[in-house]
């Protein structure tokens, strides 16, 4: 075990790194802070149960990502890793774990961590290390008609050109009972929207079982990753999930800046914070207008609209792009922002704040919306902890992360908010996260402008060196993103992971529409407003 007291490690994170260093000892075999709240552990398979266990149980760290790397070219091995979150502590351990090409196979921690569930499944189907112990190891991320091949595997060429799929189609669980039907929704929905099956089991009017199966247009975005240079990887980041371009690409120029050991300068943190809450506003306002929609108040749904349409405007002329595309960069943003946007900013505020504070008291004033909307798809508090569950659906089922606070990126360290946090988990109290993260943002918006810093809109870039990782994060408007990189050398990358919250909260879905009817299946849906595009990549 290499001495960690000279390292350069969060002081928070030192009573749960000492505890681990005394109860594992030599099986850890190094301990290496990447950054001062990034550490790395590296051990074998046999550790990895008990390892999380201490983790999870004693120390509540949160599982955030588990994905694997084809390292066998430069270490003869896969390699797999867990991250988990320490957020009392502001740091993440990440425990990295070879799995020999001999033995291509790794334990499930499904039945005691729920939160690996979907994240073990994909390592399965897109790496071909076979899970042991999983009680559903069935294929997620690939449909089972797919011939067997392992997309994220460094042997398999991007070009390649697949036969016809041929074989049976995903067949659901049947569940079985006197008066039991099953109602299938999708995969093809009358909204445009990309596609996703869900099937209910019903007994008359409740429903028992949900089943959902997505992943029908995976895009390959972490293989494109590792085949184009890493200047055009923003571009690409921006596609993951339309309406959080300006996370997802700033999550990515963050992994590369922490890998790189440089920070993006102040007035370039400020505007990177500026347009993460200008993100934040049009998405939850139109989630508010949308969840009125599906219970027939589409009044609301009229005025939230208009009040979208202004941010979405705003964006276009700070940014020249309505989802605020072409602003991220590394180091740094693209475009500086003098007096004149930043009045228009004010401005927006100005206006819109006594708007929305209108909509909310026209939602509040119907009690026939408050009636569909009360102590419906509840999604308990120890579900959304087995679960994972982040981002707005975790803050009301009592769960108040937000990276913002308690990992601080962009300039969020000098900002005054509060997260909300609520246990009723039902669609009302994610309506109301929605709610209280809009006044949050119109105050930040104001705290940002009044404070903007002088200096440069960027900082220089080197070339990354080959096996350098980092770790970058942002708090998007849905919840915490994650984009995980491995340099190659030559200006590319070796490794791309991307966590989107979507992933993450797709399960807590089928939990909490329980013993509920079908027609509130919209309702509940939207409440999460979960993302196929950044599920699929």
Not at 23 to 31: D, E, H, K, Q, S
Not at 125 to 143: T, V
Request: net charge neutral; proline share 7%.
């Amino acid at each position: 075990m290499n001495s960690i007291e000279s390292q350069p490690v969060l002081p928070e994170l030192r009573p749960a790194l000492e505890d681990l260093t005394e109860r594992f000892g030599p099986r850890i075999g190094a301990v290496i802070p990447a950054r001062p709240n990034e550490l790395y552990f590296h051990a074998q398979m046999e550790l990895v149960p008990g390892f999380c266990a201490q983790l999870y149980k004693k120390w509540n760290g949160r599982l955030v990502s588990l994905f694997a790397d084809d390292a066998r070219q430069t270490d003869g091995v896969f390699h797999l890793y867990y991250v988990f979150a320490l957020d009392a502590a502001h740091g993440f351990f990440i425990l990295r774990v070879p799995v020999s090409p001999g033995q291509p196979q790794f334990i499930s921690l499904t039945n005691a961590l729920p939160a690996a569930n979907w994240q073990e499944r994909e390592v399965q189907d897109l790496f071909g290390l076979k899970l042991e112990g999983h009680p559903n190891p069935r294929r997620c991320a690939l449909h089972d008609d797919w011939p067997e091949v392992y997309p994220l595997r460094k042997d398999f060429d991007l070009k390649t050109i697949l036969p016809p799929f041929q074989g049976e189609r995903h067949k659901f669980r049947p569940v079985e009972g006197e008066g039991v039907f099953q109602v299938p929704v999708g995969p093809v929905h009358a909204g445009i929207i990309e596609p996703g099956h869900f099937l209910f089991s019903v007994a008359g009017e409740p429903v028992l079982y949900l089943q959902i199966r997505l992943f029908y247009t995976h895009k390959g975005t972490e293989k494109l990753f590792e085949n184009i240079p890493i200047q055009h990887g923003v571009r690409l980041a921006e596609s993951i999930s339309g309406d959080s371009s300006f996370a997802h690409a700033t999550a990515f120029c963050h992994a590369l800046e922490r890998a790189a050991n440089v920070e993006a300068p102040p007035r370039a943190r400020a505007v990177r914070s500026l347009c993460l809450e200008l993100e934040r506003l049009y998405n939850h306002i139109a989630d508010i207008g949308a969840i009125a929609t599906d219970v027939a108040f589409v009044v609301a749904n009229a005025h939230a609209m208009r009040l979208k349409e202004q941010v979405l405007r705003l964006n276009e002329q700070l940014t020249g792009s309505r989802l605020l595309r072409g602003m991220a960069c590394p180091g740094g943003v693209r475009l500086d922002w003098g007096p004149a946007q930043l009045n228009a900013i004010s401005r927006l505020v100005a206006q819109l704040e006594p708007q929305f504070e209108s909509l909310v008291e026209l939602i509040r004033e119907s009690s026939s919306t408050l009636d569909r909307l009360e102590h419906t798809g509840i999604l308990k508090p120890q579900t959304a902890r087995d679960l994972g569950v982040v981002g707005v659906a975790g803050r009301a089922s009592g769960f108040e992360h937000d990276l913002r606070r308690d990992f601080p990126h962009a300039a969020y360290d000098g900002l005054s908010f509060s997260v909300p946090r609520y246990t009723e988990g039902d669609v009302l109290h994610r309506l109301q996260v929605r709610i209280d993260e809009v006044r949050a943002s119109f105050s930040m918006l104001e705290q940002l402008v009044a404070r903007m810093p002088e200096g440069p809109k960027q900082a220089l870039m080197p070339p990354l060196p080959a096996g350098a990782v980092a770790l970058g994060y942002v708090e998007g408007w849905r919840g915490e993103i994650f984009h995980w990189i491995r340099a190659a050398g030559g200006h590319r990358l070796a490794r791309c992971k991307i966590k989107d919250p979507s992933l993450q909260n797709w399960p807590a879905l089928s939990e909490a529409i329980l013993g509920n009817i079908v027609p509130d299946f919209p309702v509940v849906n939207k409440s999460f407003n979960l993302s196929y595009s950044g599920t699929d990549r």
